[in-house]
T-cell receptor, first 110, second 114 residues
Framework: LAKTTQPISMDSYEGQEVNITCSHN???????ITWYQQFPSQGPRFIIQ???TKVTNEVASLFIPADRKSSTLSLPRVSLSDTAVYYC???????????FGTGTRLQVFP | GAGVSQSPRYKVAKRGQDVALRCDPI?????LFWYQQALGQGPEFLTY????????KSGLPSDRFFAERPEGSVSTLKIQRTQQEDSAVYLC????????????FGPGTRLLVL
């Protein structure tokens, strides 16, 4: 599975838009990009998944450029409750196991 | 149930003790996964079941780790002769089917080996 690189931590304030970028230079043709969110003392939670261009749901947007060597998770107008660790995962769509990196620890301040 | 549940939520064991961690997946979910998460790290895959069949156990760190899902629903992760390096959060996840379905995680069991 493609290795991912993302910032260790990010800080933001309530109401701001947060963009977390993930690098995956060795992404394969049949790899998808998936983001998970994890709050303290909880298991990870699926946020969004995409293959190319842009995907949007009620929680976030995922931007993937044409070369797919990176992706950006965009969280609009964050609140304190968005403080969590965000993981970028890259892998074949029908893979059975998830390969997590160390994630990005987002801290939202009032 | 509404989500994946795990028990116990916390477990303290003396080194050398055996422990058993339980996972109740979402009803009807075919696939079940176990992950180990060390402090400050992302979860690491341990093993995977499709119904009662254990299809992948490549992540189990040693032969002291054993997992089963005899009836294709509840699963138990057993760790024999626990060591201090086994201290971690053990996460269980289930998905409706295999093939890229979203995995739903439980809250985890935090194991501390003294």
């Amino acid at each position: 599975l493609a290795k991912t690189t993302q910032p260790i931590s990010m800080d933001s304030y309530e109401g701001q838009e947060v963009n977390i970028t993930c690098s995956h230079n060795n992404i394969a043709t049949n790899d998808y990009i998936t983001w998970y969110q994890q709050f303290p003392s909880q298991g990870p939670r699926f946020i969004i998944q995409g293959y190319k261009t842009k995907v949007t749901n009620e929680v976030a947007s995922l931007f993937i450029p044409a070369d797919r060597k990176s992706s950006t998770l965009s969280l609009p107008r964050v609140s304190l409750s968005d403080t969590a660790v965000y993981y970028c995962l890259v892998g074949v769509y029908n893979t059975d196991k998830l390969i997590f990196g160390t994630g990005t620890r987002l801290q939202v301040f009032p | 149930g509404a989500g994946v549940s795990q028990s116990p939520r916390y477990k303290v064991a003396k080194r050398g003790q055996d422990v058993a961690l339980r996972c109740d997946p979402i009803s009807g979910h075919v696939s079940l996964f176990w992950y180990q998460q060390a402090l400050g790290q992302g979860p690491e895959f341990l093993t995977y079941f499709q119904n009662e069949a254990q299809l992948d156990k490549s992540g189990l760190p040693s032969d002291r780790f054993f997992a089963e899902r005899p009836e294709g629903s509840v699963s138990t992760l057993k760790i024999q002769r626990t060591q201090q390096e086994d201290s971690a959060v053990y996460l269980c996840a289930s998905s409706r089917d295999r093939g890229g379905e979203t995995q739903y995680f439980g809250p985890g069991t935090r194991l501390l080996v003294l």
